[in-house]
């Protein structure tokens, strides 16, 4: 983070929640005002991601769940490249300096950084009378020329997905007190378990390697499943036939679908997912679920990709195309 020459307010402030997070010798302590990034002979991979109060995060959440969310927004984009994080850098726009507030937030920032071998190089603070945001920037490593991108993708590829999906959407309906927070008004395990999944997002980085070996093109869900797949097929230059039915959701999700409380599309509309969505070879569809079972991590077969460039087509249980109003959830 960068320094003045004298002694300042944001120099006190760098040096006594963020200067213990930058681990790395590449970034010399934070006084300087750049880092080194070893490439160690492969590719690095950088990706950036903000995330804006009101837009991305609520003004009411937890500080140390905005760290955390800030981060492994970007550590999301990597492990959908196949890449091993190596480091990131932070830029931190706030209204006060309040210890209250800076305290968890630079601790679970901390925490996140090693949980996932992510270091801090440096960045910058600055003042903002407008809502608070923080951007990451994020960088990692792959073998040199194995990143794998979105515009791979075959006729004839499977397509797979981590985790579940639209979780993070009825979380934030809960927070905001919609119809799902009525429907789970005494299920407050489902509540909470949902809004987690708004709050902390869960980058699927333990299958970076499965992704980067078997994937012909890979990117993360965060505007939602069906307006992601969308932009992956557009990349790829083909289109895509998927089984709603197979489309894996949480009982919680599963619960309100029949409950007419959401509709799928809801679901698949949903953004902040931050799951890994990718398309494989049939032959290795199936070693990449194996790999995601020994990681604890569910990985499910939910379509197939094909021939044109139509939009993709969303099938249900008779085979049915369903019709989606909405695509995708606009952060703009």
Known sequence: MTNAP????????????FKPLATDPGALGLVDDAAILQALGSDIVVTTDAVVEGVHYL??????????????????????KG????GFVLTLALRSREDAWLRPFADALGEDAKTFACPLF?????????????????FGRVPQGRMVGRAGAQPGDRILVTGTIGDAALGLDVLKGGAVANALAS?????????????????RNA?????????????DVSDGLAGDLTKLCA??????????????????????????????????AGGDDYEVLC???????????????????????IGTIVAGHERPRFLDGQGQELVLKRLSYSHF
């Open 83 to 86: 890449a091993v994080p190596a």
């Open 6 to 17: 004298e002694s300042s307010a944001e120099d006190s402030l760098i040096a006594h929640y």
């Open 122 to 138: 440096g960045g910058d603070t600055v003042s903002t009378p407008g809502p608070q945001m923080i951007s990451i920037t994020a």
């Open 59 to 80: 003004a009411s959440d937890p500080p140390d769940t905005i760290a955390r969310k800030a981060l492994r927004v970007n550590l999301s984009d990597l492990a959908a």
């Open 235 to 268: 990349a790829s230059g083909v289109s895509a036939t998927i089984e709603v039915t197979s489309v894996p959701l949480s009982v919680a999700a599963a619960g309100l679908i029949a409950g007419k409380v959401v509709s799928v599309e809801t679901l698949l």
């Open 207 to 219: 299958l970076a390697h499965g992704v980067r070996d078997h994937a012909t093109a890979a990117m």
């Open 187 to 203: 299920d407050p395990h489902a509540r909470e378990t949902l809004i987690s999944r708004y709050r902390v997002p869960q980058p």
């Open 279 to 301: 398309t494989v070879p049939p032959a290795q569809g199936d070693a990449l679920i194996a790999l995601g079972r020994a990681a604890g991590l569910a990985v499910t077969a």
